[in-house]
């Protein structure tokens, strides 16, 4: 089986630290995207008045990173809301919320198809994001390094004057770059999927806590297919209708998944917003190998609402196998709403 359509994305890690001292909220991610969101519509407006609350014209870099709408002729999927944002920001995953000056941090960023060519505009927006500041008390930071990050992980310092971000370059990725740095095991029949930032499934407009694999798979065929259509010029394919009979085969023999509860504050929608999802380990056991280019692909694009700022971030494992007995097909109960961060 192979992933519909054309993709490609390359990778940039940032290693900064701190100025002064910085506080972040436990998860990062919301409010890293937030200030780059501020900070992107400085750097990357050219519309009369930059800002993140009008409707920006159709050159503005801004609106083609944060904003992006389908142009004339794009229809997709029906019932599609928004069309997905072509990057994925990936920031610290422990639980640490606190720098002091000299600290160092890293994070990653991924950008796909058409946005690849604004890396300028995404570096300057992350340096205009350590004058400005993050986090509660808006503490700054400086970037010490830049590094790009090849298909099989590997890093290297970033050398801005020797990039090709078009054309067949080594530093953009295809998905079959992907695939080939890390090929699938053969024979596959099972897999663990280990989600280490919370996951937002959907499946019946219901947000899932236990995932069947055709659910999963649902939600990944959708995400690369969109990046694929929206930012890559692939064509929209109409059915998976064979390819989700095959999922509905592969079965869950572990689950060991807790729901993860948080909220935030969304200053420019103005309210507070829930945005909970299970992490933890899930197994499977079937035919998995036809669907490996899609697990492969998610581990690099995330899964879920929320990929955009790290959400559904997943690690695979193949080995060691998992045993029937292993399973734990118990309901998770959602706890009390927890955390609170504020955008």
């Not at 501020?38 to 009008?54: E, K, M, Q, T, Y």
């Not at 995932?211 to 969109?226: C, D, G, K, T, Y």
């Not at 869950?252 to 917003?273: C, F, H, I, K, P």
């Amino acid at each position: 089986m192979r992933v519909p359509g054309p993709l490609q994305m390359a990778r940039f890690r940032v290693e900064v630290k701190a100025r002064e001292f910085l506080r972040l909220p436990p998860y990062k991610g919301s409010a890293m995207r937030g200030a780059l969101g501020h900070a992107l519509s400085r750097v990357g407006c050219f519309c009369p008045v930059p800002r993140v609350d009008i409707e920006h014209r159709d050159d503005c870099v801004y609106r083609h990173l944060f904003e992006p709408v389908a142009s004339k002729g794009e229809h997709g999927p029906r019932g599609l809301k928004a069309v997905p944002q072509p990057f994925v920001l990936e920031p610290p995953t422990d639980a640490r919320t606190e720098y002091t000056p000299g600290e160092m941090f890293a994070f990653d960023f991924l950008l796909i198809g058409k946005a690849i060519p604004y890396l300028p505009y995404f570096l300057a927006a992350i340096e205009v994001m350590g004058f400005q500041g993050i986090g509660k008390g808006k503490g700054r930071y400086r970037i010490e390094r830049l590094l790009k990050v090849d298909a099989a992980g590997s890093a290297a310092p970033l050398d801005l004057s020797r990039l090709l971000l078009e054309g067949d370059s080594k530093d953009v990725h295809t998905a079959d770059d992907v695939c080939r740095a890390h090929p699938c095991p053969s024979p596959l029949q099972m897999v663990t999927l280990d989600f280490i930032t919370p996951a937002r499934l959907k499946f019946g407009n219901h947000l899932c806590d236990a995932p069947e694999f055709h659910v999963l798979f649902r939600n990944l065929a959708r995400r690369i297919s969109l990046l694929s259509y929206f930012h890559c010029g692939g064509e929209w394919r109409q059915s998976i209708a064979e390819e989700i009979r095959m999922a509905e085969e592969v079965k869950v023999v572990r689950n060991a998944l807790n729901w993860n509860d948080w909220r935030r504050y969304s200053n420019r929608q103005e309210e507070e917003m829930y945005l909970g999802g299970f992490m933890g380990r899930l197994g499977f056991r079937g035919d998995l190998e036809s669907f490996w280019p899609y697990l492969l692909l998610g581990s690099h694009l995330h899964v879920g609402k929320g990929a955009t700022f790290g959400l559904g971030k997943y690690v695979i494992q193949t080995l060691p196998g998992l045993p029937p007995e292993a399973s734990t097909r118990s309901k998770t109960s959602l706890p009390d709403r927890g955390t609170s961060e504020r955008a």
